[in-house]
């Protein structure tokens, strides 16, 4: 079989694995604390738990405004902007999402407005795309572990480490290591093409997951999951932010920013082209890159604030003190469309699950 028919059938089994009869949908609403005078929609992949705060004292300031928060993984979010698709009646308003490539490719397409303010302006140039796109956090990509299960001299603090541990310690980390289906998770898709371009390990990295049987999730939620219940030993490339609000509230992790590289994302918002409420959808976003909303980010949604003023737990500026090696912050930019060409995407996935045995998280509890 030719290496392009096996291609074109991977790529109708990955098609086929990710359809969805419905969507998988968190649908919450916010209330206006006094008479209601407007009204925000927003779409979003950032977990409710960690959003919350900033909607709840967003509201403190605008206490008419009532908000509808959709809540989907990044691929479904993806997808159902493309095509225009209202969601349980609403359609955006502000566009939220980590998988920083697909946002970059929805801008790109004409799906955002231009908007342009004294808090967009404080934005580093990575992470301001042509005034359309605003990343507003500074989130670690980690190596996450139970502190009460995993012997300290297996911790590894390297890439180079994890290999090792999985090459010399193989029958005790058989199908006890996580990371994301990279068909089924925008994010995790994006760790993995900008680890192929910043690691020389990346080959020998993935092929220990292959010998190992790495188990494969959509989410870093069901990931700590799994972790805080000593099913899995290891969850490599986890979001450090959603990692470090497990920790606040007692889990018995510990994370690992590796030494060889962390790779940092930003957290992307952009305005809907069609927003129905447009002054809204800029007042959250202003308010998200505010000095106000990034300390509310750092302090009680831990999502790793990126305003260079905000000091302490949880902000770049701590990150870059703790960080025993160089930080990658993914630039916003064109350069995040080139994975996003089918038939490069095509060519990736196919290499990445020939390489990793393809074991879903959900089947092994």
Same mark, same amino acid.
């Given at each position: 079989?030719?290496?392009?028919?096996?291609?074109?059938?991977?790529?109708?089994?990955?098609?086929?694995?990710?359809?969805?009869?419905?969507?998988?949908? &968190?649908?919450?609403?916010?209330?206006?604390? &006094?008479? &209601?005078?407007?009204? =925000?929609?927003?779409?979003?992949?950032?977990?409710?738990?960690?959003?919350?705060?900033?909607?709840?004292?967003? +509201?403190? =300031?605008?206490?008419?405004?009532?908000?509808?928060?959709?809540?989907?993984?990044?691929?479904?979010?993806?997808?159902?902007?493309?095509?225009?698709?209202?969601?349980?009646?609403?359609?955006?308003?502000?566009?939220?999402?980590?998988?920083?490539?697909? +946002?970059?490719?929805?801008?790109?397409?004409?799906?955002?407005? /231009?908007?342009?303010?004294?808090?967009?302006?404080? =934005?580093?140039?990575?992470?301001?795309?042509?005034?359309?796109?605003?990343?507003?956090?500074?989130?670690?990509?980690?190596?996450?572990?139970?502190?009460?299960?995993?012997?300290?001299?297996?911790?590894?603090?390297?890439?180079?480490?994890?290999?090792?541990?999985? /090459?010399?310690?193989?029958?005790?980390?058989?199908?006890?290591?996580?990371?994301?289906?990279?068909?089924?998770?925008?994010?995790? *898709?994006?760790?993995?093409? +900008?680890?192929?371009?910043?690691?020389?390990?990346?080959?020998? =990295?993935?092929?220990?997951?292959?010998?190992?049987?790495?188990?494969?999730?959509?989410?870093?939620?069901?990931?700590?999951?799994?972790?805080?219940?000593?099913?899995?030993?290891?969850?490599?490339?986890?979001?450090?932010?959603?990692?470090?609000? /497990?920790?606040?509230?007692?889990?018995?992790?510990?994370?690992?920013?590796?030494?060889?590289?962390?790779?940092?994302?930003?957290?992307?918002?952009?305005?809907?082209?069609?927003?129905?409420?447009?002054?809204?959808?800029?007042?959250?976003?202003?308010?998200?890159?505010?000095?106000?909303?990034?300390?509310?980010?750092?302090?009680?949604?831990?999502?790793?604030?990126?305003?260079?003023?905000?000091?302490?737990?949880?902000?770049?500026?701590?990150?870059?003190?703790?960080?025993?090696?160089?930080?990658?912050?993914?630039?916003?930019?064109?350069?995040?469309?080139?994975?996003?060409?089918?038939?490069?995407?095509?060519?990736?996935? *196919?290499?990445?699950?020939?390489?990793?045995?393809? *074991?879903?998280?959900?089947? +092994?509890?």
């Amino acid at each position: 079989m030719t290496r392009i028919v096996r291609l074109t059938l991977l790529l109708a089994v990955l098609w086929v694995s990710t359809a969805k009869v419905g969507l998988a949908v &968190e649908h919450t609403h916010f209330a206006a604390p &006094e008479a &209601e005078t407007g009204q =925000l929609n927003i779409f979003s992949s950032t977990d409710l738990e960690a959003i919350r705060p900033l909607i709840r004292d967003f +509201q403190k =300031l605008h206490p008419g405004v009532a908000i509808d928060y959709i809540d989907l993984f990044t691929a479904d979010l993806y997808d159902v902007i493309r095509r225009n698709a209202p969601v349980e009646g609403r359609h955006p308003d502000l566009v939220i999402s980590s998988a920083m490539d697909m +946002q970059t490719k929805l801008v790109n397409d004409g799906f955002a407005k /231009r908007h342009v303010s004294p808090e967009t302006e404080m =934005l580093p140039p990575w992470a301001n795309w042509r005034n359309e796109a605003f990343g507003f956090t500074f989130e670690p990509a980690v190596i996450v572990y139970n502190s009460s299960v995993l012997e300290p001299e297996d911790v590894p603090q390297t890439r180079f480490e994890l290999v090792r541990l999985l /090459r010399e310690k193989a029958d005790t980390y058989r199908g006890r290591v996580a990371t994301y289906d990279i068909a089924q998770s925008g994010v995790g *898709y994006l760790f993995a093409t +900008q680890d192929a371009l910043q690691a020389h390990t990346y080959g020998r =990295l993935i092929e220990s997951f292959g010998r190992t049987d790495v188990l494969l999730a959509t989410s870093t939620s069901d990931m700590l999951d799994a972790i805080v219940a000593g099913r899995i030993l290891i969850g490599y490339n986890l979001l450090g932010s959603y990692t470090r609000l /497990r920790i606040a509230h007692g889990a018995p992790l510990a994370m690992v920013l590796p030494s060889d590289y962390t790779l940092v994302l930003s957290r992307v918002a952009f305005i809907h082209r069609d927003a129905r409420h447009d002054a809204t959808a800029r007042s959250f976003l202003d308010y998200l890159l505010s000095r106000r909303g990034q300390t509310v980010m750092a302090g009680e949604s831990h999502l790793y604030a990126i305003h260079p003023d905000i000091k302490g737990p949880a902000t770049a500026s701590e990150l870059r003190e703790k960080a025993t090696g160089p930080l990658r912050p993914i630039r916003l930019g064109p350069g995040l469309l080139v994975f996003l060409d089918k038939l490069k995407q095509g060519r990736f996935l *196919y290499d990445w699950h020939a390489t990793v045995s393809r *074991y879903g998280l959900s089947e +092994q509890d």
